[in-house]
């Protein structure tokens, strides 16, 4: 998420939830309301969140601001996962645990990792 923010030149929550549009900070650590928030002001929306640590979570674990609701509003088709290849080749998959069977098996299956510039692999979540 770093080399992200750096690259649009924009300030970044260490472990936070910012909001960009148009190339603009509009929100910094947002919780689920305050997303839910952005949700009803601005119509394109994307997430994009990377694997925490070694154990593969993208939801559930460290990232409790996307709740099962921000989720469903947003949709799996708006879900970027973004990551470096060494992290994706310490995991065996990508994990999902909401605390709602719906969107946790709204989220498995597979799913596109950004890798790089144009580039991405196919990667399992699992629930």
């Known amino acids: 998420m770093r080399a992200i923010t750096d690259e649009m030149e924009l300030s970044k929550t260490l472990l936070g939830v910012d909001a960009v549009f148009a190339g603009q900070l509009v ?4 919780n689920e309301e305050g997303i839910l928030s952005l949700l009803e002001r601005y ?6 969140v990377t694997p925490i640590g ?5 939801f559930g674990r460290g990232s409790k601001q996307f709740t099962p609701r921000v989720i469903k509003e947003v949709g799996r088709e708006n879900i970027i996962v973004a990551s470096t290849r060494r992290k994706l080749s310490k995991l065996d998959c990508l994990r999902v645990d ?7 098996e709204m989220l498995c299956g ?14 399992q979540v699992r629930c």
């Not at 929100?27 to 947002?30: A, E, I, K, R």
């Not at 119509?43 to 994009?48: A, H, L, M, P, S």
């Not at 070694?54 to 993208?58: A, H, T």
Request: negative net charge; hydrophobic residues 35%.
């Open 27 to 30: 929100g910094t650590d947002v």
């Open 43 to 48: 119509e394109r929306r994307k997430i994009i």
């Open 54 to 58: 070694g154990n593969g979570f993208i």
């Open 98 to 104: 909401t605390g709602d069977a719906e969107v946790d």
């Open 110 to 123: 597979y799913m596109e990792v950004t890798v790089g510039y144009r580039e991405g692999m196919m990667v």
